[in-house]
């Protein structure tokens, strides 16, 4: 072992250290999260129908919920911003990315690749038509803040 400069199995003890802090990110039970989700739906499904997706997608991208055990709260929010994605016009994209913050184009950036990993429940081709958009707006800083970032949503 003395060829060895790092020790491997240090490192992945420290990666379960990582994963077991993570999952207490989250102060709110799994029920809770999922309420929130219900309630915060409520309220973008009626900004979507008036045709506010600047509105819908502000109150999708706030507060995601993060953290281990709340798979069904992510996957409801993730479908939750795949309808507003959807539901807007492809000349609205541009305006809609410039009325987010930095950290909201980040948020949506995260749902943008949640989704491209899913292929049979989004629409790939608008899914890269927001990907353009985002990175337009937030450079590749986005991209890997996005990447790096330990939260996932």
Request: with cysteine; proline share 2%.
């Amino acid at each position: 072992m003395a060829h060895r400069k790092l020790a491997i199995d240090d490192l992945d003890a420290g990666h379960q250290q990582m994963a077991e802090q993570m999952q207490f990110m989250s102060t709110k039970s799994a029920e809770e999260v999922a309420s929130i989700v219900d309630q915060k739906a409520a309220a973008v499904r009626a900004a979507i129908t008036r045709g506010n997706s600047v509105e819908a997608l502000g109150r999708a991208l706030a507060d995601p919920p993060y953290g281990r055990g709340l798979e069904a709260a992510q996957s409801a929010n993730a479908q939750l911003v795949g309808e507003i994605l959807m539901a807007t016009r492809a000349q609205d994209i541009a305006s809609v990315v410039g009325s987010l913050s930095e950290d909201d184009r980040d948020v949506l950036l995260k749902y943008v690749y949640h989704g491209l990993a899913r292929p049979a429940a989004f629409n790939c081709g608008v899914l890269l038509g927001w990907h353009e958009r985002v990175v337009e707006a937030g450079g590749l800083g986005s991209i890997v803040r996005v990447l790096s970032d330990r939260r996932t949503v």
